[in-house]
């Protein structure tokens, strides 16, 4: 990976370190709040939220994205990267800023789960921590953005490699995007929690929070949809159906992703129902990339299928090497991708949103599509990059145990929450009494989903088991890693497919729009600060 391969592992292991952490944390939440245990300390269950949230939103998605950014660059790109000291301090922040967040969490200084939602406030420890995380990523967005230029610079007029141009499109959307919680954090929280400030507007920090709430999740999907188009079809052993569609895809994800937010904040009385409505809008058009995707990459399965002998309608199902890893994760992730996206329809929804919010189902809802889809093609890169990092192979069979436990577990735990979500179960609550008649119907599938959380700890076991091992096993050649090619390579692109100059604008522009009246009317209002409520362990 020209030199890069000790920098991308290091990504690596702090990042499956923090998932190995926190999927405990989960379980054990599902555990305690279920019939099959006895109700503890809500503040105890507060703290394993907080950090079993903050690990996975902030710090492993995060370093998967910034390891993968890396070995992305090196590879596409064919050439060593620059900026290596840059790139370790990066690291070294998320990492410092990780661990001072999550140590005040485990002090009980800071049980505000991870949207710390106003008034309720933790120690500025917390917040700092995860400024600090943020920060650090913001010389991971600038190494990418420097190397894609330096890279267009010295081969003017030719297309940058689509691995690359995905890269920096998920770089530019965390650049955005992350403005929201920063601003939040500095100007809003930060001053309350030092004492400088008595009040602080609860309105105005939930609305810059929802400018990064859902176009992070785009941002965390980024890597997945990138080894759709890059790593699956070559490995399915065939081509990329469009380079351009590709493209098209990732600088949608780019547009539609940041004026979505406020569908967040639909229950808020201080955003008006015509911008609840605008925002409704566009989180519909955030469907219309991951229909591309979805056709792009079933196309270029069927290639594969096809070249691979498959005949019929649905034949080249069949034919696809499905005990390749890669090929198998990417299956189950376009299955759970398909079944989220479905709930996902349902929370944007003015009227059906109103059913449903915070319930269950929603939580229900982006587990299945991150602690499902999007994890378990974290999974998939880390057994493709893993190997040839090491330069010792992982045990097929035990990552398609892995892949496929943690497949079911995924929907052992996220299936029953759906249910009781829509029969009410409000969700951040720290025990149920199931003894009432009016709770008593749901407490088989809240015991369901408890089931569910131990067969993910077991299948996170095993994917530790198999990257340890991978250190330890004989050396062994392993093949470098390369990219698919598409089925007709484009050879010269239009500079709106080869760059994001006028991408850029339109998101500032839509963001302005969506965002820029509603934040100036609540900035305008007088006397909109509430005292806070510190919130600590005792």
Known sequence: ???????????????????????????????????????????????????????????????????????????????????????????????AGALIALATVAAGKATVLYTFYPPLLGSPWYYGGILLAVAGSWIWVGLMVWHFRRWKRDHPGQPVPLAMFATTAGALLWAWTSLGVGSEIAFLILPN????????????????????????????????????????????????????????????????????????????????AGFKFLHAVFTGMVAVPTLLTIFTICASLEIAGRLRGGRGVFGWVAALPWDR??????????????????????????????????????????????????????FAIAYELWPRMTGRAISPKLMQWQLWSWFVGILVVTLPWHVVGMMGQPRRMAYYDFADPALAPQAIWVSISAVGGAILVFSTLVLVAGLLGSHRGPVSEQAPLRFSLALRPPLRLPASLNGFGVWIVLVAALTVVNYGYPIAQILLLQRSGVATYPVEVR
């Open 193 to 272: 929690a030092f004492g400088w400030t008595d009040t602080l507007d609860a309105g105005l920090a939930r609305m810059l929070f929802s400018w990064t709430l859902h176009a992070i999740v785009y941002f965390w999907l980024m890597p997945a949809y990138i080894a759709f188009y890059v790593l699956l079809p070559q490995s399915a052993g065939g081509r990329l159906y469009s380079d351009k569609m590709g493209r098209i895809a990732f600088l949608q994800l780019l547009v539609f992703s940041m004026p979505i937010g406020m569908h967040h904040l639909f229950g808020d009385p201080q955003v008006g």
């Open 325 to 378: 890893p890669l090929v198998l994760a990417s299956g189950l992730s376009l299955v759970m991708l398909g079944l989220g996206g479905a709930g996902g329809l349902i929370n944007m929804s003015y009227a059906l949103n109103a059913t449903v919010h915070n319930t269950q189902f929603v939580t229900a809802h982006f587990h299945l599509i991150y602690g499902g889809s999007v994890v378990t093609m974290y």
């Open 1 to 95: 990976m020209q030199g890069s391969s000790r920098l991308v592992l290091a990504h690596f292991w702090v990042a499956f370190t923090a998932f190995a952490f926190a999927v405990p944390l989960g379980a054990w939440q599902m555990l305690v709040r279920s019939p099959l245990h006895r109700w503890v300390d809500p503040e105890r269950y507060y703290v394993a939220v907080t950090a079993h949230g903050s690990t996975l939103a902030y710090v492993f998605p995060t370093l998967v994205v910034m390891g993968f950014g890396y070995a992305v660059c090196a590879v596409s790109l064919g050439r060593p990267m620059h900026g290596m000291r840059l790139a370790w301090s990066s690291l070294v922040m998320v990492s």
